[in-house]
């Protein structure tokens, strides 16, 4: 059985800092583009992050130079560090993993901005 498990959302001050993780188990975690998406009220889910089949990465535009996207595959983890962060950030957070025709999400971490 395929599972991915988001940890780490939060209440966070704007300017703050918070690392979100996703364990994957049940896949050969290696070969899968791992990303990290977000769906904030109202809107469409938007990709955040990603890691191409070939290993480049890949960033929303809102988030350059604020997030990282990392993967550690001896963990079968993925990670997104996110740094500066803006009331606009706040959003449910998704992991998704690909490949070829198989495509797995997890089911989410709050990640929330405010004063």
């Known amino acids: 059985q395929v599972q991915l498990v988001e940890s780490g959302g939060g209440l966070v001050q704007p300017g703050g800092s918070l690392r979100l993780s996703c364990a994957a188990s049940?896949?050969?975690?290696?070969?899968?583009?791992m990303g990290w998406y977000r769906q904030a009220p109202g809107k469409q889910r938007e990709l955040v992050a990603g890691f191409t089949r070939g290993g480049s990465t890949n960033y929303a535009d809102s988030v350059k130079g604020r997030f990282t996207i990392s993967r550690d595959n001896a963990k079968n983890t993925v990670y997104l560090q996110m740094n500066s962060l803006k009331p606009e950030d706040t959003a449910v957070y998704y992991c998704?993993?690909?490949?070829?025709?198989?495509?797995?999400w997890g089911q989410g971490t709050q990640v929330t901005v405010s004063s």
């Open positions: 049940g896949i050969a975690f290696s070969i899968y583009a």
């Open positions: 998704k993993a690909d490949w070829l025709q198989r495509t797995y």
